[in-house]
């Protein structure tokens, strides 16, 4: 019997010697290699965090004393600690999440995994576990150097300084990389701790010696190395990073050194007041796929071969982030005041091959979102076009920059937001689903939806000439949708993509849902019902061909994949009513709610966002047996407020 299948709780690791540790430690890297090679998801991160995870488990006792991680993506060796060891479907609909779930596990407290909060919610449960009287708990928050390149990091770390009467532990989990190697002042500040030589050579030289003369001098190697501590923190001035803080430091520690690391946890426990704990650790540890990919050490994967590392499969083509990493180095081409800019994602958002190319052109913030946008707006003022490139669940950080520092200032900035609408394994914290209700809020910002390559690649064209507002071009995760050709482009831009001979219903497919929509129109057409599809390209502001042609329709249908609270759909009817046109509108979206992680297929079905759902309802609402009731449509009965209701439940 294995180590790591007699672990069904924390408390099971109080009984292990440290070699048995070590073993469980080895254990569970190849289970995290085997199983994750099959499932994919974050292998590098968790590797790297292994014998740190085994540690904080044993020296605190979760569930009561919370542990926080940030990001949840690092929580895999967490999740196997804690009893759940079944990570057969992992990111699959009924499997265990990617990240921190709390109706998984009492042991799993934050779920959101958007960088730089946890020292806030460690902040906040550390103060109430003082004040409702429960001050022999604990609070341990684990923190990626990464994230420390977040504001509210620093934010959090200011107001905990403030009141050193709590039992606050926070783990920098120190491997000098988020997604790629971090960034910025703090990145190599602490960068030079952790390649310092009398760091180095003191550790490797005094631990080879020790462990040679057995046990007793091992013993005494701790000893020595706590009491060292200090002394190269001050030697290396990392604790003066943290002086003016008043908050105690602890390291920098070998985070795949058990004994010294439950050694140090142990003090930072007894401490009484709020410490910080430096672990250096590897990302990709013990895997040597891992350890060799330079990109990203294998942050995220699909399905890989377990011994080799290769991607398993097809790549289902052309993604999305190539086609704007692509188009974007043509636009750098033609215009040199075209700079780019992200939040510690260039590989992922798309942006290596323009850095490549323009290198002097690219800024990358580190996990900084709100600076990046305030900071495009001060560009733009000096005479340059920034794109901002971001994940569309990150845009939600930086609203009110977007809002007060771009659009009042009508600076001419294009952002870019890839993995917008339904992700899918990824789960609540990483769907984009909020980003067109979020900003078409903003007054004069342009929006555009692509629904394939070419229109990718014009909107990025039309977007940066754009110099008095913001401009926003999103798009889906995975590969790109087949191209779609127009039949025909009205004055104002608007795409018809079916036009028929009987005007009875519009239909506006958003971006990739006008693929959808394409279906929807030959289903009805089979129904005897004409349809019209069209695809606005840029959606807000909704364009003047959209009003005329829903003022002919008999019924408008709107297709999106973000919320359809305050989403596309719902402006189109705002602009229709504003202009006196009062053809019904349908908006079909996703419902506003956290959605759990399944495959982007399934959640469409459950919101009804499939041809045939859709189909059926448009042959009702044109039949006027279902609301709302298609104009002219002869109706045999009145809905009633039941009825009202179980349509709202059948949409989700």
């Known amino acids: ?37 099959r499932t994919g998801g974050h292998l590098g991160p968790n590797l790297g965090v292994v014998e740190l995870t085994i540690a904080l488990h044993r020296v605190f006792d979760s569930p009561n004393d919370p ?5 949840g993506h ?13 990570f057969s479907r992992l990111r699959s609909r009924g499997g265990l999440a990617g990240y921190p779930q709390r109706s998984e596990s009492a042991h799993d407290v934050v779920e959101s995994s958007h960088a730089s909060s946890s020292l806030s919610w460690a902040d906040g449960v550390s103060r109430a576990l003082t004040r409702t009287g429960r001050k022999d708990r604990h609070v341990v928050a684990v923190v990626g150097d990464g ?5 509210m990091t620093w934010e959090a770390l200011n107001n905990i300084s403030d009141d050193n009467d709590r039992n606050l532990v926070i783990v920098v989990n120190d491997n000098g990389r988020s997604y790629a190697p971090t960034i910025g002042g703090m990145a190599r500040y602490l960068n030079r701790v952790r390649t310092a030589d009398s760091y180095r050579n003191l550790h490797r030289g005094s631990d080879t010696l020790f462990r040679k ?3 007793a001098a091992r013993a005494v190697y701790r000893g020595v190395r706590g009491g060292t501590h200090g002394f190269l923190s001050r030697f290396t ?3 003066a990073l943290y002086s003016n803080l008043d908050i105690k430091y602890l390291g920098p520690v070998d985070g795949h050194d058990l004994p010294t690391l439950i050694e140090t946890l142990e003090l930072a426990k007894e401490y009484g007041a709020p410490v910080i704990v430096h672990a250096i650790t590897e990302k990709g540890r013990g895997y040597a796929p891992a350890l060799s990919d330079e990109a990203d050490q294998f942050h995220a994967v699909g399905k890989i071969d377990p011994i080799t590392g290769e991607a398993l499969g097809s790549s289902g083509g052309l993604a999305w982030t190539d086609v704007f990493a692509d ?24 942006l290596l091959p323009f850095a490549q190319r323009f290198p002097d052109r690219v800024y990358d913030v580190g996990i900084a979102e709100q600076h990046a946008v305030a900071s495009a707006a001060g560009l733009a003022f000096g005479g340059l076009h920034p794109v901002v490139a971001i994940y569309a669940t990150f845009m939600n950080r930086a609203f009110d920059q977007v809002l007060m520092d771009v659009a009042l200032h009508k600076a001419g900035v294009t952002f870019v937001l890839d993995r917008a609408g339904v992700t899918g394994p990824d789960g609540p914290s990483h769907h984009g689903i909020w980003d067109l209700a979020m900003l078409q809020i903003v007054p004069h910002i342009r ?5 394939d390559e070419a229109r990718l690649r014009e909107a990025l064209q039309e977007a940066v000439t754009v110099d008095d507002a913001p401009t926003v071009i999103r798009f889906p995760k995975g590969a790109v949708s087949p191209e779609l050709p127009a039949v025909d482009r009205l004055a104002d831009g608007v795409d018809v993509l079916v036009r028929s001979e009987a005007q009875d219903v519009l239909l506006v497919g958003i971006g990739p849902m006008a693929h959808t929509a394409v279906d929807v129109a030959e289903r009805l057409r089979a129904q005897g019902i004409g349809a019209t599809v069209v695809d606005p390209r840029w959606v807000v502001p909704v364009q003047p061909s959209i009003i005329e042609l829903a003022a002919s329709h008999r019924l408008v249908i709107t297709i999106e994949d973000g919320i359809r609270v305050g989403g596309i759909g719902t402006r189109v009817r705002q602009v229709l009513r504003e202009a006196g046109v009062d053809t019904a509108v349908d908006e079909l979206g996703v419902p506003d709610e956290f959605i759990d992680h399944a495959s982007r297929e399934q959640i469409l079905e459950d919101a009804g966002l499939t041809p045939a759902k859709i189909a059926q309802d448009v042959v009702a609402q044109v039949l006027g047996t279902r609301i709302p009731v298609a104009r002219g449509a002869q109706t045999t009965e009145i809905p009633t407020i039941p009825d009202l209701a179980r349509t709202r439940e059948e949409r989700g």
């Open 213 to 215: 003369l057995g046990p």
């Open 327 to 350: 188009e974007l180095v043509h636009v750098g081409d033609a215009r040199e005041d075209v700079i780019a800019m992200t939040a510690a994602m260039l590989r992922p958002t798309g």
């Open 147 to 151: 994230s420390l390149t977040g504001g």
């Open 67 to 71: 542990m926080i991680f940030d990001t």
């Open 237 to 239: 001035n990392n604790a």
């Open 74 to 86: 690092q929580s895999y060796v967490h999740k196997l600690l804690t009893g759940r060891q079944d």
């Open 447 to 451: 929006i555009a939806v692509p629904r």
């Open 1 to 37: 019997m294995s180590l790591l299948s007699s672990i069904a709780g924390p408390r099971d690791l109080d009984a292990l010697s440290i070699d048995q540790l070590e073993q469980l430690a080895d254990e569970v890297r190849g289970f995290l290699v085997e199983n994750v090679a």
